[in-house]
């Protein structure tokens, strides 16, 4: 029996998590019943019975409390009963006022807040014309009248000027409006008040475990406006800190004022207690030991004016008999409090529980959220002395683990609260917490969770003040939540900018706020939340605060990254990530050196080496950008090409054999091309000098793609597709020319304003016309930037060979033959070797 009475006590902690301290100021004072009502041991439906009373009856309400699931429940006192029932069991106030009574929000935007005052963080925000139930009012020390409204699975408080009754009802609170009545003990409102302790938090809430919002030093003399009384007697009171900042700071500590508390499972101090049994001795002092002074009989009732617990756990409370007569009575166990009836599927009270697991957490409470405070192991046994199931499903047993030690262990999950979390994600943050709740105030910290650990996450969210929360289990094992900007699938689901030169990082999203850390030019900082104009930003270094937006620039428009190397068809290449905005351009800025600039303001310099190349540096490409010079070792070089999402690096050794030649004769099929004064046709000739070129290539050893190599018709983007899907080094378009009789010569035509490659082209197209010259003995027209679609379109170092003209009968008589064709073969390809010689 005592060991049963001594779980039932610490049942009431075991509850605790879904607290909120500051709403514990509403009171409201005579409610009466709708329909019979049951009155409790505690503020949930597992605790004893402890009477039932009919509608219609009166009670008055001493507390609030809202019990992990969420229920509002009043601790009542009904006549000679005093315990927790239901808050939604009293649906009429006696002033006439309706409990959940619909409303409407007034208003274009109202806040809902946690507790009846504006320094009370927002739960949720409405809009106007939204309905509402209020199911509570309260007037504030100031006198604003607030009302606890409940809408969808929000419940909190609004200023009642925001929200209009629907029936046009006007109401006052139950405890009529009075003027602020000052709390004794505390420092009166309208006074000041001076700091005495060395440093002192002030919060947003009269908790410590509200937010910081300053510290405020001794000497220092603040404006008081307002104040709570704790009901552990612990005070605060409301300062006035500078013209756009409050905050509340505790003055009186809880025990220097604190009233003897009433014990549970003791008839409350006050309350009427009626004897329940025949008859009883009231004796001098709290035990069988005192001399009797008179007896009780049963059926009558006495005021109950003190209470005794002895250290074995037999209780006893003083009652006034008479005007002048008091005495101590016990109170009979068995009698009032029946043993909790066992919670089926649960291990019985008393009976020995063995650990099936291999080891399991031992907690302070029974849910997660309580501190671990032993871990037991396979094959111990325990006494089970309590029992808890929580509202879904959750079956938790206290067991005794040493004679000094006690905890709750889970020993059945229940199917409601614990979905399979989905997904596994990484905490990229360096200060992610685990909540029990979801919002940073009238929650409790469960863990401080690893930078890079892995959780899981549940597919819970929840948004409170414009931050998404989400359920997630961590490495730990506890489960709780935590805002969604700290845990990601990926890193590259991050978000980062840079800093500009001097960006300040501040406390919080004001200009005003103390200064955390000021940011280097192009730092790198993660992003968390943005509001109002300000990032909230984590820092390399884990540095946490609030930076405004035009303190930075974007960060995924300016970077090369995640540099790799990898070897395909034989060939080494090295690639760098890079977002599809990034405006690139190459130089070379020595014979053995490639720079790759334009708009960069950040280069991920790889740690690896490459073969072929000596050094990648990240340097200046102007004042304000960067680039990326790579010099090449003696012997090679490169082909460079610019994709959406990567540029990437093919490094190459000098020299023609190995290299990737796409070579495209012109027209063909139902396109002759031009045709010469005596019939000879266009696509004859390229076709049949690219043959020709093509056995002279691979005999070099390099290895030559054909965009043709019979006479069909290809249109342009099939040519340039060819092109550009490959992995070739140069792509060679060749033609004759036509104009009239006289016009001659060769010419040679690259593209460099949509050609990534315009600078390699036009290095092709000059080593190729001067070799051309040099073998045809043509006219030298020279090299020429032309926009050619197959130039132009093309992603490669690219060019358009006119080889001589066809429309002068000379040059066409030339083009017929054989020997014309080889010699142009030949020249075209000494201008490869020229150029992949570089
Ligand atoms: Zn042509």
New binding site residues.
């Given amino acids: 029996m005592k060991k049963i009475f001594v779980s039932s006590v610490l049942l009431t902690a075991a509850l605790l998590p879904g607290v909120s301290q500051a709403e514990g100021a509403t009171v409201s004072n005579n409610l009466v019943t709708g329909k019979p009502t049951e009155i409790r041991k505690g503020a949930t439906t597992a605790y004893p019975l402890v009477a039932k009373i009919g509608s219609s009856q009166q009670v008055s309400v001493q507390d609030t409390f809202i019990n992990s699931s969420g229920e509002v429940w009043y601790r009542i006192t009904a006549g000679k009963y005093t315990g927790w029932s239901l808050a939604n069991h009293f649906p009429v106030i006696t002033n006439g006022f309706t409990l959940g009574k619909p409303a409407t929000i007034s208003e274009s935007i109202v806040n809902v807040r946690k507790g009846a005052s504006t320094s009370y963080a927002i739960v949720a925000k409405l809009s106007k014309g939204q309905q509402v139930s209020i199911l509570d009012s309260f007037r504030t020390s100031s006198g604003e009248l607030w009302y606890r409204i409940k809408t969808g699975n929000s419940i909190g408080w609004v200023l009642s000027s925001l929200v209009t009754v629907n029936d046009g009802s006007t109401f006052t609170p139950v405890a009529a409006a009075k003027p602020a009545t000052n709390i004794a003990g505390l420092p009166t409102v309208g006074s000041y008040y001076t700091i005495t302790a060395a440093s002192l938090d002030a919060r947003k809430g009269a908790a410590s475990s509200y937010a910081i919002v300053a510290k405020v030093t001794k000497g220092q003399k603040y404006k008081v406006i307002g104040q709570f009384l704790h009901k552990n007697g612990e005070g605060w009171i409301r300062i006035q800190i500078n013209s756009k900042l409050s905050g509340w700071i505790p003055v009186l500590k809880a025990a220097e004022v604190k009233p003897p508390a009433n014990i549970p499972g003791l008839p409350t101090i006050g309350s009427s207690y009626t004897i329940p049994v025949a008859s009883l001795d009231a004796r001098k002092g709290a035990s069988t030991s005192y001399a009797i002074v008179a007896k009780v009989t049963k059926g009558k009732s006495f005021k109950v004016i003190s209470q005794h617990m002895s250290p074995t756990g037999d209780g006893w409370v003083r009652i006034q008999i008479s005007a002048t007569l008091a005495g101590w009575i016990p109170i009979p166990k068995a009698a009032e409090e029946k043993p909790p009836a066992n919670i089926p599927g649960l291990p019985t009270l008393g009976s020995s529980y063995s650990i099936a697991a291999t080891t399991l957490n031992v907690r302070k409470g029974a849910s997660t959220n309580y501190a671990i405070v032993t871990k037991v192991t396979k094959g111990q046994s325990f006494n089970v002395i309590g029992q808890y199931m929580s509202p879904t499903g959750d079956g938790w047993v206290r067991i005794q683990v040493s004679s000094s030690l006690a905890g709750w262990i889970m020993v059945k999950q229940g199917t409601v609260s614990t979905p399979a979390p989905s997904t596994t994600m990484t905490v990229f943050t360096r200060n992610a917490v685990l909540y029990s709740n979801a919002g940073f105030s009238g929650t409790t910290v469960i863990e401080r969770i690893p930078y890079l650990s892995k959780v899981s996450l549940f597919s819970d969210t929840k948004t409170v003040s414009g931050v998404t929360w989400v359920k997630i289990k961590t490495a730990a094992g506890n489960t709780g939540w935590t805002p969604n900007y700290e845990v990601a699938s990926s890193q590259a689901n991050l978000t980062h900018v840079y800093a500009l030169k001097n960006a300040a990082v501040r406390k919080s999203a004001t200009t005003s706020a103390a200064l955390v850390v000021t940011l280097a030019e192009n730092q790198q900082i993660l992003v968390l939340n943005e509001y109002n104009g300000w990032l909230n930003v984590e820092t390399g270094a884990g540095k946490r605060g609030w930076v405004l937006k035009t303190q930075t620039s974007p960060y995924t428009t300016k970077r090369l990254f995640s540099p790799e190397t990898y070897i395909s068809n034989n060939d080494v290449y090295l690639r760098w990530q890079k977002p599809s905005t990034l405006n690139l351009a190459y130089s070379t800025p020595a014979a053995n050196q490639l720079k790759i600039y334009g708009g960069l303001s950040d280069v991920e310099i790889p740690s690896f080496a490459v073969k072929g190349i000596k050094s990648i540096q990240k340097v200046a490409a102007n004042t304000t950008e960067k680039a990326v010079l790579i010099t090449f070792q003696p012997g090679y070089s490169f082909t460079i090409r610019n994709y959406n999402n990567n540029i990437t690096i093919k490094v190459v050794q000098s020299g023609l054999a190995g290299k990737r030649i796409i070579l495209d004769p012109?027209?063909g099929g139902k396109d002759p091309?031009?045709i010469g004064p005596t019939g000879l046709r266009?696509k004859v000739v390229?076709l049949d000098t690219a043959l020709i070129l093509k056995a002279e290539l691979e005999r070099a050893g390099a290895i030559v793609t054909m965009t043709r190599s019979t006479d069909v018709f290809l249109e342009l983007a099939e040519r340039t597709a060819i092109s550009n899907s490959s992995d070739g080094d140069a792509f060679i378009s060749l033609?004759?020319d036509a104009f009239n009789e006289k016009t001659n010569g060769t010419t040679s035509f690259y593209n460099t304003t949509v050609n990534f490659n315009g600078l390699a082209s036009k290095e092709l197209a000059n080593a190729i016309q001067k070799n051309l010259i040099v073998s045809l003995g043509t006219y030298n027209r020279g090299v020429k930037e032309e926009a050619f679609y197959v130039n132009r379109m093309n992603e490669l170092p690219s060019i358009l060979v006119e080889m001589a003209f066809i429309s002068n009968p000379s040059e066409e008589a030339l083009l017929k033959t054989t020997a014309f064709r080889q010699k142009a073969a030949i020249g075209i390809k000494n201008g490869l070797q020229e150029y992949f010689n570089k």
């Fill in positions: 012109g027209h091309g031009a266009e390229v033609h004759t």
